[in-house]
Nanobody, 115 residues
Framework: QVQLVESGGGLVQAGGSLRLSCAAS????????MGWYRQAPGKQRELVAT???????NYADSLQGRFYITRDTAKDTVYLLMNSLKPDDTAVYYC?????????WGQGTQVTVSS
């Protein structure tokens, strides 16, 4: 069973930065794609960013230039660096991975941005 464990969430003031981590229980090269999604209270879960096995990244249009997805293949970990955070970025952030057989989710990590 694949496990994705997120960490790095917390409370930050507007304008600050946070880096989220997602540690996978197996090689990240075994996934076709990994990414981050978020869900704010009362809203649907939405895409934040993804990275393919080949290292191609994709971002939600509204977040491009502030959020960056990276990975450390030696640690089987994907990161999300979030800069210039805004109160609207407050949400639970979820790590996601997909392989040929299934779609996997982490438990989520809360990010709260105070004004």
């Amino acid at each position: 069973q694949v496990q994705l464990v997120e960490s790095g969430g917390g409370l930050v003031q507007a304008g600050g930065s946070l880096r989220l981590s997602c540690a996978a229980s197996k090689s990240i090269f075994s996934f076709n794609i990994m990414g981050w999604y978020r869900q704010a209270p009362g809203k649907q879960r939405e895409l934040v960013a993804t990275i393919t096995t080949g290292g191609i990244t994709n971002y939600a249009d509204s977040l491009q230039g502030r959020f960056y997805i990276t990975r450390d293949t030696a640690k089987d970990t994907v990161y999300l660096l979030m800069n210039s955070l805004k109160p609207d970025d407050t949400a639970v952030y979820y790590c996601n991975s997909r392989d040929t057989y299934s779609n996997y989710w982490g438990q989520g990590t809360q990010v709260t941005v105070s004004s």
